[in-house]
């Protein structure tokens, strides 16, 4: 099994988490390279600037998908990988208690929400700036968490043992510290994504699932493109003869394949991807093409 078929398995085989992680990557990467030949054969194209989200209103005119696209793409490598760490983190704390619809629909809603509240910060201020990176929705999820349940313990290197909400106060402190900094949007969003994370959680409690409306859209477009086709019509010749009785075993035995693939799974649950062997990787690539 080469890289290649290594990442796709991990793909299959991972959450919403590590989902976001490879779309957060891919969305960085590939256009970075496209957009580098294209500029050795003389054509420069800003491709950032397409989906960076600007905090001039008007300019939702002509990108609208910028309101989203903002929270998928990064300006740097230091700028991803220091997201993709914090998010790696905070969403398998926040996989413990919800559902990977929910976080889907927190990331979505809350770069949404963020990103108004940016646009609306920075136009009273008369301020114009784009605005790219995951920051604000990563905040969300760690800071939904954190209210779900503020007391949960975590062991960090050299610090020790500390609750969850003290990591996550001292991260949105950190923010309103720097609000007037160079970097004064970044801040921005990221308070308004802490914010959101708050009230979705609160919200939630209450027995409003935000995360729902998300969930419904994408169905609803998934069932779109994945319609069966009709069955040409058939015509079908009825039996009058008395139909005969079959023994049916009431035993069902499951499949050796089937069995296999739940062990491994399990495996999976328990220990993570990498404590699968070779044999057991290329066995499940090989049944999930």
């Known amino acids: 099994m080469n890289i290649l078929d290594d990442l796709k398995l991990q793909y299959k085989a991972g959450g919403i988490v590590i989902k976001l992680i490879f779309w957060n990557i891919s969305l960085f990467v590939i256009p970075w390279l496209f957009f ?3 500029s050795f054969l003389g054509l420069t194209i800003d491709y950032i600037d397409y989906v960076s ?21 990064h300006s740097g490598f230091m700028h991803i990988i220091f997201n993709l760490i914090v998010l790696n983190f ?5 996989m413990t208690y919800f559902t990977g619809k929910q976080l889907l629909g927190l990331y ?13 910060v920075f136009y009273i201020l008369n ?9 604000a929705a990563i905040m969300a999820i760690l800071v939904a968490t954190a209210t ?14 500390v609750k969850l909400w003290h990591v996550t106060a001292v991260i949105v402190l950190i923010d309103l510290m720097q609000i007037r900094s160079e970097n004064m949007g970044g801040h921005i969003s990221h308070l308004a994504g802490a914010f959101f994370g708050f009230i979705f959680i609160k919200l939630l409690q209450n027995g409003t699932d935000l995360s729902k409306v998300v969930t419904s859209v994408l169905d609803f477009f998934a069932n779109l493109f994945n319609k069966r086709q009709s069955t040409p ?3 079908v010749h009825k039996n009058y003869n008395k139909p005969v009785e079959k023994v049916v075993s009431k035993i069902v035995t499951k499949d ?11 495996k999976i649950s328990q220990s993570g991807y990498d404590s699968l062997t070779k044999e057991e990787k290329e066995f499940l690539f090989k049944v999930g093409k």
């Open 127 to 135: 301020i114009n700036a784009p605005i790219v990176g995951a920051s």
């Open 53 to 73: 989200l600007s905090s001039n209103p008007s300019f939702l005119l002509w990108k609208p998908w910028s309101l989203l696209t903002y929270a998928f793409f």
């Open 36 to 38: 580098a030949i294209l």
């Open 233 to 235: 019509f058939k015509k």
């Open 148 to 161: 779900y349940n503020p007391f949960m313990e975590l062991r960090l290197f050299i610090i020790g043992n």
């Open 256 to 266: 050796k394949s089937q069995q296999q693939i739940d062990e491994i799974l399990d």
């Open 108 to 120: 979505i809603f809350s770069a949404i929400f963020a990103g108004i509240i940016y646009i609306s």
């Open 90 to 94: 905070a969403g398998r704390l926040f």
